[in-house]
């Protein structure tokens, strides 16, 4: 529990980063003490978890170090978020008066490096419309999991996320190039663009799959594949029924 009160939660924040990125609307910090684990309860309006002091809105890694430098000091509670599309758990808010980060805001595609076949972005870019835009270059992540329409990268690379293609490109872990982080001392670390480690831990490892528990990712560098749609072989099925029938020879 933080050792300062709401309030000044709340006007370190501004100080911070100014009245408009520090939303305190009732409803938004509502909606953000839960994830979509808790969407029923949420259509119902019954909220059961504690409500956030503030939602804030990041725009870079230095605004983030601020924040996680303040709520280091002054022992606040922080959940990392991004695309918000958690059905776990993970997002909500378990302890009073605790700061909800969302790097969604921060969604630029920062290189497409097609002669090293690796493109950077930052943690709020939607995996559908990079995806969507490497295409256009004949270009894929390779990455497809169920939510791909609503995910992005800060997120995908904190849950480890895996896809429906990962038998052929592999789980995000094995499409991760380079990361850049901020951990609760609000020290950046950059992981250099490498393909792989020789020696030693990989700490890419580290932080990919962290649950927000470490650090706050707020750049990743993935692979590229070549897209070649005409490989591609979607298959659906239809039942006459949902009844589950079972049958056994002897």
């Known amino acids: 529990m933080a050792i300062i009160s709401r309030e000044q939660i709340v006007e370190g924040l501004v100080q911070i980063l100014g009245r408009d990125q520090v ?16 969407k029923y309860e949420q259509a119902c309006e019954v909220y059961t978890q504690p409500i956030p002091a503030a939602v804030v809105y990041v725009n870079s890694a230095e605004e983030v170090s601020e924040i996680l430098k303040f709520a280091n000091e002054n022992e606040i509670n922080i959940v990392p978020r991004t695309g918000h599309s958690a059905i776990e758990g993970g997002l909500e808010t378990a302890l009073k008066d605790s700061v909800v980060i969302d790097g969604s805001t921060m969604n630029k595609v920062i290189k497409v490096d097609e002669y090293n076949m690796q493109v950077t972005c930052q943690c709020g870019v939607p995996l559908q419309e990079l995806d969507d835009m490497l295409r256009e270059r004949g270009y894929t992540t390779g990455h497809s999991p169920q939510s791909k329409p609503l995910a992005q990268m800060g997120g995908l690379v904190a849950t480890r996320s895996i896809g429906q293609f990962s ?38 490892h580290i932080i990919c799959g962290n649950e927000g528990a470490l650090c706050f990712i707020t750049e990743v560098t993935l692979k590229l594949f070549k897209w070649m749609p005409e490989n591609n072989r979607y298959i659906g099925y239809k039942l006459d029924d949902s009844e589950m029938k079972l049958g056994f020879d002897c």
Request: charged share 30%.
């Open 167 to 204: 038998t052929l490109y592999g789980g995000i872990e094995d499409m991760i190039v380079g990361l850049e982080a901020v951990f609760p001392n609000g020290k950046i670390c950059k992981i250099k663009n490498v393909p792989r480690r020789a020696a030693g831990p990989d700490i890419r």
């Open 23 to 38: 939303i305190t609307d009732e409803q938004v910090l509502k909606d953000s003490s839960i994830d979509r684990y808790r």
